[in-house]
C-alpha cells in the first residue's frame, strides 16, 4: 500500500501538538485527519467511508480520554489499531492503555524517526499479518492451533504464552508483547530499557554463544533464526524458550527482525521423561514374564519383547508386521477388530480387554490386553504400547467357579421351593398359589419398567412369603369364618414367624425381607413395623398387590372365589390406603392388556 492511501487519525486536545503530529506525517506521505478529543474522533470514524489504518491518540483529553476511546476503538473497530502517545509513559497508565486496547506507545518527546518506525512497524504487522498468521499456526502444532485473522491474532497477543516481539541487530527490543512479564518475569518496561544485556546477558552460558551467532546470521545472511536455548528469569528459575525471527526488514536505513518465542520448558521436560520412559519400558520388557508389544494405527506389531514366545510360541520375527487379529480365530478376531476400530477412532486406551489366541502349537491362550496410545510431536496417532498378560489359568478358575456358583443358586432356589411347598401343604385351597404368586410378581415388576433380572429375583425371593403359617395352628389357618380379634393378632405372627424361620443367611436376605414386610401398607396401616409408603421395600410393596389378587380370585376356606371384574374394582379401590400406586397402575395396565385373565 503507498502511503498517500495510508490514513492516520491524530486525536489530541492539543492543537500544537496536532498539528505537529500532522506536519510530520504528512512529509512523510501519509495521509492525515485529526480529532481533538476520543468523542470528536468516534463521530469521524462512523461517518466516514474511509476508515483510517492507524489511530494516534493522547491519553489525557476532555469529553472521552485515550483509554476510553482505545476501549471503543476495541469494542466496534477491533481491526483498527490504536498507538498511545503521552508524555506520562509510566508502567499504570501504560498497562491501562494495553489493557484498553492499544497496540503500542510512544513517550514524549520523541523523535520524528521514532514516530515513524512506530508507525511503520504497526502498518507491517497488519499488512503482514497473514504470513505472520501463518507462521504462528507452523510454530505451535504441537500445541494449539492459532486463529488466522488479524482480530483473532490481537487476542492471542494478549492472552496465549507466546511473546512477540520487534528487534534491532544489536538486538534491543523495539517491541515486546505485554504477556512477556508472565514467562519471562520482566515487564515491557523493564526489557526496552534493559537493551539487548537483558536477553544475551541471561541465556544460559552453554547456550548462549549459539544464540548470538545465530542472530547474528539473521541479519548478516538472512538466514533463519530457529534456536532453543534457556534463559534465566527475572526470579532466579531457569526455563526452555524456542525463539525464532519471521521476517526482517529495513526502515530508515535501520534493519528490524520481528519474532516469536514460546515456553518449551514443559515441552524439554516431557521429552526428557520420554527418554527416561524409554529406558523403563526397555528394563521391563526384559525382566517382566508378559509380553510387551507396539504398534502400528493398523495394528501390525512394530515391536515385540522375546516373552512373546513364552506366550504364544512364536518367535519376534514371526510377530513384526502382523496384527494380534492374525493369531485369533475369525469370530474372535472380528469381535476384538471391532473394539481395536472404536478404541482408535477415540484414542482411547485399550483397558483388560480379554482375548482368545491360538499358539503355534495350537494351544487356546486366553490373553487380558492393555495398551496406551501414543503420539508423534505434532499430536498425530502413531499406534498403541501395551502389554498381554496369560490369564487362561485364571479363566479357567473362574469357569470352574462359575459351574459352582450356578450349583449354589439351584440348591438355593431348590430349598426355598422345598420350604414354601412346606407351607402351601398347611392350607390344600391354596392349589398353585405360590407359582401365580412368582408369575404375578415378576410381571408385575417388568410393567413397572423394572431390569428383567431384578424382577425374576423379585419373584423368586416371593416363594417364602407365607413360610411363616407353618407356625400357625390348622385351626385358625382352615377356620371358614371370620378370625376373632385374638386369632387375627395370633395370623399376624407369620410374618414374625417366617422371618425368624429364614434367618440371617445371605442367600435369603430379600426373601426375608419380603416374609417379614409383605403385610405393611402404604398409608402405615400395616403390619408388623406399621411402615409408610417408601419406607416399604419395593418388592414387598408389589408382592403385596400380588397376594391380594390372588387371594381374591381364588376360593378359601372363608369365602368363594370373586369375579376378575370384581377383584380389579376392589384392589383399585385400596390404592394409597393399601397399596403403592404405582404398583397398582402396573396392574391395571396389565388388566387392559388382558394379561391378568390367565390367573382366573
Not at 236 to 241: A, F, P, S
Not at 336 to 353: C, E, W
Request: glycine fraction near 6%; hydrophobic fraction near 35%.
Amino acid at each position: 500500500m503507498k502511503k498517500k492511501d495510508i490514513k492516520n487519525l491524530v486525536v489530541d486536545d492539543s492543537p500544537t501538538q496536532r498539528l505537529e503530529l500532522q506536519s510530520l506525517l504528512e512529509q512523510e506521505g501519509y495521509s492525515v485527519e485529526t480529532a481533538s478529543d476520543g468523542v470528536k474522533a468516534m463521530d469521524f470514524i462512523k461517518n466516514t467511508s474511509n476508515l483510517p489504518d492507524v489511530v494516534l491518540s493522547d491519553i489525557f483529553m476532555p469529553n472521552m480520554d485515550g483509554f476510553q476511546l482505545c476501549g471503543k476503538l476495541k469494542k466496534d473497530y477491533p481491526d483498527i489499531p490504536t498507538i498511545i502517545l503521552t508524555a506520562h509513559n509510566d508502567e499504570k497508565n501504560l498497562q491501562k492503555a494495553f489493557k484498553a486496547g492499544a497496540i503500542d506507545y510512544l513517550g514524549r518527546p520523541f523523535s520524528k524517526t521514532e514516530l515513524l518506525i512506530r508507525v511503520s512497524n504497526v502498518l507491517r504487522r497488519m499488512d503482514n499479518e497473514e504470513k505472520l498468521n501463518q507462521d504462528i499456526i507452523e510454530l505451535k502444532k504441537t500445541e494449539k492451533a492459532l486463529q488466522k485473522s488479524e482480530e483473532k491474532f490481537r487476542a492471542i497477543i494478549d492472552n496465549i504464552p507466546d511473546v512477540i516481539w520487534t528487534s534491532d541487530r544489536e538486538g534491543i527490543t523495539h517491541f515486546i508483547s505485554s504477556n512477556v512479564e508472565e514467562t519471562y518475569g520482566y515487564s515491557p518496561q523493564e526489557i526496552y530499557k534493559g537493551g539487548a544485556s537483558l536477553f544475551f546477558g541471561r541465556i544460559h552460558p552453554e547456550d548462549v554463544d549459539n544464540t548470538r551467532i545465530e542472530y547474528e546470521n539473521l541479519f548478516k545472511k538472512q538466514k533463519m533464526f530457529d534456536v532453543e536455548y534457556r534463559i534465566k528469569r527475572k526470579e532466579g528459575t531457569w526455563i526452555w524458550l524456542r525463539d525464532r525471527a519471521t521476517s526482517i526488514y529495513e526502515v530508515d536505513g535501520v534493519m528490524y527482525a520481528d519474532g516469536i518465542f514460546s515456553d518449551i520448558t514443559e515441552r524439554k521436560k516431557v521429552e526428557s521423561d520420554l527418554i527416561e520412559s524409554q529406558q523403563r519400558f526397555k528394563d521391563t520388557s526384559l525382566s517382566t514374564a508378559d509380553w510387551i508389544w507396539e504398534t502400528d494405527i493398523k495394528g501390525r506389531y512394530t515391536y515385540c519383547s522375546k516373552k512373546a514366545y513364552k506366550v504364544l510360541g512364536y518367535r519376534v520375527n514371526e510377530i513384526i508386521g502382523k496384527t494380534p487379529f492374525d493369531f485369533m480365530l475369525p469370530k474372535e478376531a472380528e469381535r476384538v477388530k471391532q473394539i481395536f476400530i472404536k478404541l482408535l477412532s477415540q484414542k482411547k486406551p485399550i483397558i483388560d480387554l480379554e482375548n482368545w489366541n491360538i499358539c503355534k502349537d495350537g494351544v487356546d491362550k486366553c490373553l487380558l490386553t492393555n495398551g496406551i496410545p501414543f503420539f508423534d510431536g505434532s499430536g498425530e496417532l502413531k499406534g498403541y504400547r501395551g502389554v498381554d498378560k496369560d490369564i487362561t489359568e485364571r479363566k479357567e478358575y473362574e469357569e470352574r467357579l462359575n459351574t459352582t456358583s450356578l450349583e449354589l443358586e439351584s440348591a438355593h432356589k431348590h430349598a426355598m421351593y422345598m420350604l414354601a411347598l412346606a407351607s402351601e401343604y398347611k392350607d390344600p385351597e391354596t392349589g398353585n398359589h405360590i407359582k401365580r404368586i412368582v408369575q404375578m410378581t415378576t410381571e408385575l415388576a417388568l410393567e413397572m419398567g423394572i431390569e428383567s433380572k431384578r424382577a425374576k429375583q423379585f419373584g423368586e425371593d416371593s416363594i417364602l412369603h407365607d413360610l411363616g403359617k407353618l407356625g400357625i395352628s390348622d385351626y385358625i389357618l382352615l377356620k371358614p369364618g371370620k378370625l376373632t380379634e385374638n386369632e387375627f393378632e395370633t395370623m399376624k405372627q407369620h410374618t414374625l414367624i417366617g422371618a425368624k424361620i429364614i434367618g440371617e443367611d445371605k442367600w435369603f436376605k430379600n426373601a426375608k425381607q419380603i416374609a417379614l414386610l409383605h403385610h405393611e401398607n402404604w398409608d402405615g396401616s400395616g403390619y408388623p413395623k406399621g411402615l409408610k409408603g417408601e419406607a416399604i421395600p419395593l418388592a414387598a410393596r408389589i408382592l403385596a398387590v400380588a397376594d391380594e389378587f390372588d387371594a381374591l380370585i381364588s376360593r378359601r376356606p372363608y369365602k368363594e372365589a370373586w369375579s376378575l371384574e370384581k377383584t380389579v374394582k376392589e384392589i383399585k379401590t385400596e390404592t394409597e390406603k393399601h397399596f403403592d400406586p404405582k404398583v397398582v397402575d402396573a396392574f391395571l395396565s396389565l388388566y387392559k392388556k388382558g394379561k391378568l385373565k390367565k390367573y382366573v
